[in-house]
């Protein structure tokens, strides 16, 4: 039986109807470095990335422009910008089947929850505690400008849950 072992996260692929708009959110109000970009890619055959993005994507999608970002903790994000796509906000959809949202971790949870309503996000709900009178631990639900929900929480994932249940 071979041994398995927790894989490390990479990066994540968020596509959004404004690149340049993404990225100064993503950059001043999350504080992600831009490691990449804003460049355009085109539908070809003779580059690496093209023949990787046919691969992927198929034809018929002629352009498409990509930014790379990181998180102070070596996470990855991808931002995509497809103009033969509708630019509308992503629709909140959490019992389909696919990526609901993504956390970031912060200490100061009301802080980041301000400066992305500031920026033209929005709060979903109050921030709540999880282990009231027990724990600071705290959590709340967040929207980019773009309709991409962004959890954050006020701990880390581990210690959020190490204690077990928390109903």
């Known amino acids: 039986m071979k041994n398995t072992y927790p894989r490390a996260f990479s990066h994540i692929g968020i596509t959004v109807p404004d690149l340049d708009k993404a990225i100064s959110f993503y950059t001043s109000v999350m504080g992600w470095y831009l490691l990449m970009g ?3 890619v085109k539908e070809e055959n003779e580059t690496a990335i093209g023949k990787m993005c ?3 994507f198929g034809t018929g999608w002629e352009t498409f422009r990509i930014a790379h970002l ?6 990855g994000i991808e931002l995509f910008e497809f103009p033969l796509k509708p ?3 992503a629709v909140f959809e959490p019992f ?4 609901f949202h ?3 971790q912060d200490p100061d949870i009301e802080g980041l929850a301000q400066k992305i309503v500031e920026a033209g996000g ?3 709900m ?5 282990y009231p009178g027990d724990k600071p631990f705290k959590m709340v639900y967040m929207e980019d400008p773009f309709g991409n929900i962004i959890e954050i929480y006020s701990h880390s994932y581990e210690l959020t849950y190490s204690e077990g249940s928390y109903v």
């Open 87 to 89: 630019s509308k906000n």
């Open 102 to 104: 993504f956390c970031v």
């Open 38 to 40: 804003p460049v355009s």
């Open 122 to 124: 929005k709060q979903r």
């Open 54 to 56: 046919i691969d992927v």
């Open 70 to 75: 990181s998180t102070s903790d070596k996470v």
């Open 96 to 99: 389909k089947t696919g990526i």
């Open 126 to 130: 109050p921030i709540r505690e999880y």
